[in-house]
């Protein structure tokens, strides 16, 4: 993700890019940036220290790992540097870290950054409005690299459909059904996760009712449709007032419409 989004910036006149890091761990680290992405030397060298360049940067995106976005988070507001995050799987110390700062810079933060898919979650909330004795199943399909499991743009839908009908996910959410499992409960979201081949990324969101459903999919073809939606949250997020914002505030959409 991270060559990708240097692709795209490097063809948007309105990004100039200042730095690049990367894990301590990274066998990239010190390498030029463009070079790296299979272009012209930038003069940009990549670097484990995220102070190096935060203070000459307005605008951090973050798709690495919950333990870099825990990193990142509180450098960027202690320099005053906006974050974009892409990253999923943030566990509970990664999360609160994002909340802290939050208080001091605005954060823009989704589990799938993809212009569709964020359309999409504003579309489910309003089926799930218009739809209130429909039951919710989302069905992801992704690469068999993926490491988490149901995806966080899955868990995202979810979540989106329990809210819209009064109920917070952790009662309602399914990730699996095997064996004698019962009838189904009312209020219940299934997310179900297949993993093989090189699909990029497929979601389902079923609405299923008695003698008729409706089905939303969203399909991704290339992986550069997330790098082109951060770097739209970017351009949005300069200037904004700390606090937590998503993609569907970058897209102008009110889900509770």
Not at 12 to 23: F, L
Not at 41 to 61: K, R, T, Y
Not at 162 to 186: K, W, Y
Request: charged share 20%; glycine share 12%.
């Amino acid at each position: 993700m991270g060559r990708m989004i240097v692709r795209e910036a490097l063809s948007d006149p309105s990004v100039r890019i200042v730095g690049a890091v990367a894990s301590s761990q990274s066998a990239h680290l010190g390498a030029d940036l463009g070079s790296l992405c299979g272009m012209a030397p930038l003069g940009v060298h990549i670097v484990a220290d995220p102070d190096a360049v935060l203070a000459g940067a307005e605008v951090v995106i973050d798709f690495s790992t919950p333990a870099g976005t825990l990193a990142i988070a509180s450098r960027a507001a202690a320099h005053g540097t906006a974050l974009v995050v892409g990253t999923t799987g943030l566990d509970g110390e990664a999360e609160r870290a994002l909340a802290q700062a939050a208080t001091r810079v605005p954060v823009v933060r989704s589990a799938n950054m993809s212009l569709g898919v964020n359309v999409l979650l504003d579309l489910i909330w309003r089926a799930s409005c218009a739809l209130p004795d429909f039951d919710v199943e989302v069905v992801e399909m992704h690469h068999r690299m993926k490491q988490d499991a149901p995806s966080g743009t899955a868990l995202l839908m979810a979540r989106v459909a329990a809210e819209a009908r009064g109920t917070a996910i952790g009662d309602a959410l399914r990730s699996a059904r095997s064996g004698q499992v019962g009838p189904r409960r009312r209020e219940e979201v299934g997310v179900m996760a297949i993993r093989g081949g090189d699909v990029v990324g497929e979601h389902t969101v079923f609405f299923l009712g008695w003698g008729e459903r409706v089905e939303i999919t969203h399909r991704a073809g290339d992986r550069s449709i997330f790098a082109r939606g951060a770097l739209r949250a970017a351009r949005w997020v300069q200037g904004r007032a700390a606090g937590c914002y998503d993609m569907r505030d970058v897209l102008g959409l009110n889900q509770q419409s």
